[in-house]
Nanobody, 121 residues
């Protein structure tokens, strides 16, 4: 059993910052990649940022230069530092991870329950 728990969402004014955290727990053998996605009302879920075990990162186009993803391998935790937030950044932010459980020889996709980010104008 693997669980992803997000924290750090909330209400912030435009131009402000938030830092999201996502901790993976359970019988984890290896984490290949972790990422953040978001879903705004009436829109499809989109990639915000991702990071693989080597440290290489990728960002959605509208997040480049404003958001930074980082990872603490020892804590199985991924962070998302969000700066210069705008109302269009409002949505539910979901943590995603490719995890191999102890004793397994394959990776499985896991999702957190989501954390709400609201940016007021």
């Amino acid at each position: 059993q693997v669980t992803l728990v997000e924290s750090g969402g909330g209400l912030v004014q435009a131009g402000g910052s938030l830092r999201l955290s996502c901790a993976a727990s359970g019988s984890i053998f290896s984490i290949k990649a972790m990422a953040w996605y978001r879903q705004a009302p009436g829109k499809q879920r989109e990639l915000v940022a991702g990071i693989i075990s080597s440290g290489q990162t990728a960002y959605g186009d509208s997040m480049k230069g404003r958001f930074t993803i980082s990872r603490d391998g020892a804590k199985n935790t991924v962070y998302l530092q969000m700066n210069s937030l705008q109302p269009e950044d409002t949505g539910v932010y979901y943590c995603n991870a490719d995890i191999a459980m102890s004793g397994a020889d394959y990776y499985h996709d896991y999702w957190g329950q989501g954390t709400q980010v609201t940016v007021s104008s």
